[in-house]
């Protein structure tokens, strides 16, 4: 029995080793983007921004993209209110009314959808937002990011340097207080986001975030948009680039610039956290590629043997042994990877958390890979699957 679970967990921990070197190797190959010193406002982009329930946060998010150092004419942005309960309308609408030199169009869904029951109300939105759209480029982002005064036009630079792209995936990084759990969310957030960075460097599409994703708004429609992933609460992010990478696999790229960087908040409590996570995981048994599937499947099963052998060297210490090699095959690789893309980020400080929360990061991957598969989750005060 000990040498069986020996050998499983030395096997997948291979496989999740050999994964993380994948990803180092990826995210070193990715160029790291040089902005040109040329004028580069050509490019038109229409920015949609699907809101519920952020009246506290959709006047800085409005407000960081009105501060581009970006020609005014070239840009839109479309707020689709999504049934808000809150002020959120009237917030933009004050927005609005303070900036009539920026083109922005308020959007409410409920008008649109006109009583219908929907499961995937930000699909929904954004495919109104590009229906109203004027632009070709499409940049999605969440009413409660931020970026900086140059963020239009690295990503205008990196389309100039680049002409053939179709999708571009963009970065995003967690901000936070001076919490633990906040601090603890934002490296982990830090290795999700570099992940999907480095497989596009290697020709793999896995993740990406629809807070910071552009595409041409032909394409959209080119791949039906998010007909047949329409069902599904979420991933407006990933299951679209998937169909767009399926058709277009050497035009969909990551841009790694730090200009390019949108911030949003780190969640502020467990509840919240655990309905995110479970959304996040929810996706996966819906990917299309089943060697995705099986790959995501030997990494969690590590991590459930990882657990399980924490547990059972209490009665045998041979599995404290087994644990150890485990945690090598594991730690290793994770360390070299998050170091590098926390640096990037600007957030490299983070990686003084990392042993803290290893054993808790165990605890919650293996309880959020069995609860994320059922039943429905909380999002923005809706029961969702």
């Not at 029951?117 to 929904?124: I, L, P, V």
């Not at 994320?372 to 809706?382: A, D, E, H, M």
């Amino acid at each position: 029995m000990i040498w069986f679970f020996g050998i499983s967990i030395f096997l997948t921990g291979i496989i999740y080793c050999g994964l993380l070197v994948f990803c180092i190797r990826g995210w070193r190959n990715l160029p790291k983007f040089q902005a040109s010193e040329n004028d580069s406002d050509q490019n038109q982009f229409s920015i949609i921004i699907p809101a519920r329930n952020e009246e506290n946060n959709i006047a800085t998010c409005l407000q960081s993209i009105i501060n581009q150092d970006y020609n005014k004419n070239q840009f839109e942005i479309i707020v689709i209110d999504d049934f808000s309960e809150d002020g959120t309308l009237a917030e933009i609408e004050r927005i609005k009314k303070l900036h009539p030199e920026i083109k922005i169009h308020i959007c409410e869904l409920r008008k649109m959808l006109q009583g219908e029951n929907h499961n995937s109300y930000k699909k929904r939105a954004i495919e109104e937002g590009i229906k109203k759209s004027k632009f070709d480029w499409i940049i999605t982002t969440d009413a409660d990011c931020v970026r900086g005064r140059t963020w239009l036009k690295s990503i205008s630079d990196s389309i100039n340097q680049n002409p053939k792209v179709k999708l571009i995936s963009a970065p995003v990084k967690f901000s936070f207080k001076d919490t633990f759990f906040e601090r603890a969310q934002a490296l982990e957030f830090c290795g999700l986001i570099g992940i999907g960075a480095a497989c596009l460097g290697q020709k793999l599409p896995t993740m990406c975030n629809g807070a910071n994703l552009i595409y041409r708004k032909p394409v959209f429609y080119e791949v039906n948009g998010f007909q047949g992933i329409d069902k599904l609460a979420s991933g407006d992010d990933e299951f679209l680039m998937h169909k767009i990478a399926a058709k277009y696999p050497n035009d969909v790229q990551f841009l790694k610039s730090i200009e390019a960087i949108v911030s949003t908040p780190a969640l502020n409590n467990v509840g919240a956290f655990l309905q995110q996570r479970k959304r996040w995981a929810s996706k996966s048994r819906s990917y299309a590629n089943y060697k995705l599937k099986l790959l995501l499947g030997a990494v969690y099963l590590f991590y459930v043997l990882t657990l399980i052998s924490l547990f059972l060297g209490f009665y045998n210490h041979h599995y404290f042994i087994i644990l150890l090699i485990g945690l090598c095959l594991k730690c290793v690789p994770e360390w070299i990877f998050l170091r590098l893309v926390s640096r990037f980020f600007g957030q490299e400080k983070l990686m003084k958390y990392y042993l803290p929360t290893l054993f808790l990061q165990t605890i919650y991957v293996v309880i959020i890979g069995i609860y994320g598969n059922f039943g429905k989750y909380n999002w923005k005060g809706r029961k969702v699957r």
